[in-house]
C-alpha cells in the first residue's frame, strides 16, 4: 500500500511540472500595439503649385523740400534679373501714355538675388510733387536702344492730388507691353517612379511669342540658379500659353520649399534682354496623395 501510494504522488508531481513547463515555454501572442508586425509605409506623391504673377515688383518714394527744391526719389526692386542694369525716369503722361523724359534718374541696379535699392537727388524741381502728370518707367535695360532695351518693365503712375511733400506706391505692369503675365504651375514629385511632372499655364504674354521658363532654387524676393528647364512657353494669339514635362531619374524624396517658377522674356536667357522675368511663383508644397 506504501509503495502504490508513493507512485501515485510520483506520478501527480510529474504530471504537474510537465504543465508548468508547457506554460512558461510557450509562444506569445502578440498584441495589436506590438510593432513585430507593423509594415513599411508606402511612399506618397506629393504636390506644389506657385500662382504666378507679375515681376518685378517694387515701391517708389518721393519726397521734395522747399527750401532747396529738391526731389529725392527712392527706388526699391526684387525679381530683376540677378545683377542687371535698368535705366530709369519720371516721365511725363501716364504708364498708359507716356511722354517725354522730364527726369532722369540713377540706373535701378540689382544684386546676385535680383533686387534693388536705388536713391536719385534731382536738383530745381520747382513747384513739388505735381497733383498728376507724372509716371516713373524702369526700363529692361541695360541701354535704351534698340526698342526691346527701351521697353518698360514696371511703372508709376503719380498721383498727388493733395500736393503734399511726399508720396509713395507700388510698381505696376505696363498695359499693352506684354509684362502684366499671370499664371499657374503645379509640380508632382513621385518618389516611387521617381518622377517629377511639371504643368505649367499663363495668360498675358504677347500674341504668339516665345519665352523660356524655369524651376529656380531660392523663391521671387531672392532670385537663385536654375533647377529644371522647362519647354519653351508658346504664346498663342490670345497670349496664352501652357507647356507640360516630365524629369525621371529623381532621387528626392520630398519637393523642396525654397522652389519658384520664372517665365522669362524671350528664349535667350544668355542676354538681359532674354533673361529679364516676366512673372514669378514661388512653389507651395500642398497636401501628399496617395499615387
Same mark, same amino acid.
Given at each position: ?13 510529474? !504530471? ?13 501572442? /502578440? ?11 508606402? /511612399? ?23 527750401? +532747396? ?14 545683377? +542687371? ?45 505735381? !497733383?498728376?502728370?507724372?509716371? #516713373? ?6 541701354? #535704351? ?9 514696371? $511703372? ?10 511726399? @508720396? ?51 523663391? $521671387? ?7 529644371? +528647364? ?14 507640360? !514635362?516630365? @524629369? ?26 532674354? @533673361? ?16
Amino acid at each position: 500500500m506504501r509503495r502504490v501510494a508513493v507512485l501515485t504522488i510520483l506520478v501527480l508531481a510529474s !504530471a504537474s511540472l510537465w504543465a508548468c513547463s508547457s506554460k512558461q515555454t510557450a509562444s506569445p501572442t /502578440p498584441s495589436a500595439s506590438g510593432t513585430s508586425s507593423a509594415t513599411p509605409s508606402t /511612399p506618397t506623391t506629393s504636390t506644389a503649385t506657385a500662382m504666378l504673377d507679375h515681376e518685378p515688383t517694387g515701391t517708389v518714394t518721393m519726397s521734395w523740400a522747399s527750401s +532747396s527744391n529738391k526731389l529725392t526719389v527712392g527706388i526699391s526692386m526684387i525679381g530683376l534679373g540677378p545683377n +542687371s542694369t535698368h535705366p530709369a525716369h519720371i516721365h511725363s503722361g501716364t504708364c498708359a501714355n507716356t511722354g517725354n523724359v522730364i527726369y532722369p534718374l540713377d540706373p535701378v541696379t540689382a544684386t546676385a538675388t535680383g533686387d534693388a535699392t536705388v536713391t536719385t537727388t534731382v536738383s530745381n524741381v520747382g513747384g513739388g510733387i505735381p !497733383a498728376s502728370g507724372w509716371s #516713373l518707367n524702369v526700363h529692361t535695360g541695360p541701354a #535704351l536702344t534698340p526698342a526691346d532695351q527701351y521697353r518698360p518693365i514696371a $511703372c508709376i503712375d503719380i498721383s498727388n492730388p493733395s500736393h503734399a511733400a511726399t @508720396f509713395t506706391g507700388a510698381f505696376k505692369p505696363v498695359p499693352g507691353t506684354g509684362n502684366d503675365v499671370t499664371g499657374t504651375a503645379v509640380v508632382s514629385l513621385d518618389p516611387t517612379a521617381h518622377s517629377l511632372g511639371m504643368s505649367l499655364t499663363v495668360h498675358g504674354l504677347d500674341p504668339n511669342t516665345a519665352h523660356a521658363a524655369h524651376v529656380h532654387e531660392g523663391s $521671387c524676393e531672392a532670385q537663385g540658379p536654375v533647377v529644371y +528647364s522647362l519647354p519653351n512657353v508658346k504664346s498663342d494669339a490670345t497670349g496664352t500659353g501652357s507647356v507640360t !514635362a516630365t @524629369f525621371s531619374g529623381v532621387t528626392a524624396t520630398a519637393i523642396p520649399s525654397t522652389w519658384y517658377v520664372n517665365v522669362h522674356n524671350t528664349t535667350d536667357v544668355s542676354t538681359q534682354v532674354g @533673361f529679364t522675368p516676366l512673372s514669378c511663383g514661388n512653389l507651395v508644397r500642398g497636401q501628399s496623395a496617395m499615387p
